[in-house]
């Protein structure tokens, strides 16, 4: 079984600043997807950027870019320029076969003005 | 293009109760997919649909929790009778299809908030 672990419960950035979160997975699968997802107050889950395991290049979707390390098994969040609208959770996620997603715990990131 | 409509959107019960959740997917999709979300935790797959079958319900607690989605649309959630540790959101996303290895991607509704006292 796969399994999903985001070590950060919460995380503080100043506005403009940028704020990295991490993600580690356990697979014994070769093909997969990663995801991060947003999870703002209003609890809808919004996709915020995915990465297929088979790219060496980290996927980047405007201010969002990981870095996907597959050796490591580690597969993190950078939101650069950070905006107050950025503030929520933010869930990692995985997916092999079947598109079942495996959900991480978590992290709280919160925005300074 | 309308999204994932669940309701309601908050239900509070007492134990041993009986509730039911609804969801209306995205207009021709074909998977639909119900998720319990633990305060503090994130979303656990409780049940997965491709039409009106089931793909997966390896994690639904089959003694109290049901789900059905009858002619392949929308689909109702049920929890009989409910206990406090039933305390969650419930949601449910939906997918154009599902397959072993492509990827699809799933659109969440807003979720039904659960507090059984």
């Known amino acids: 079984a796969q399994t999903v672990t985001q070590s950060q419960p919460e995380m503080s950035v100043q506005e403009a600043e940028t704020v990295t979160l991490s993600c580690t997975y356990d697979?014994?699968?070769?093909?997969?997807?990663l995801f991060w997802y947003k999870q703002p107050p209003s609890r809808q889950m919004i996709l915020v950027i995915r990465q297929e395991a088979y790219k060496q290049q980290n996927a980047t979707e405007n201010r969002f870019s990981v870095n996907f390390q597959k050796a490591a098994k580690s597969f993190s969040l950078k939101i650069s320029d950070s905006q107050l609208g950025d503030a929520a959770m933010y869930f990692c996620a995985f997916k092999a076969a079947g598109n079942k997603l495996t959900f991480g715990g978590g992290t709280r990131v919160l925005v300074k003005p | 293009e309308a999204g994932v409509a669940q309701s309601p959107r908050y239900k509070i019960i007492e134990k041993r109760q009986s509730v039911a959740f609804w969801c209306n997917p995205i207009?021709?999709?074909?998977?639909l997919y119900w998720y319990q979300q633990i305060l503090g935790q994130g979303p656990k797959l409780l049940i997965q649909?491709?039409?009106?079958?089931?793909?997966?319900d390896s994690q639904l607690p089959k003694d109290r929790f049901s789900a059905e989605r009858l002619k392949g649309v929308d689909s109702t959630l049920k929890i009989q009778p409910a206990k406090l540790e039933d305390s969650a959101v419930y949601l449910c996303?939906?997918?154009?299809?599902?397959?072993?290895?492509?990827?699809?991607?799933?659109?969440f509704g807003p979720g039904t908030r659960l507090t059984v006292l």
């Open positions: 996303a939906s997918s154009l299809d599902w397959a072993e290895t492509v990827y699809n991607e799933q659109f």
């Open positions: 207009s021709g999709h074909a998977t």
């Open positions: 649909f491709q039409n009106n079958g089931v793909v997966d």
């Open positions: 697979t014994s699968e070769s093909d997969y997807y």
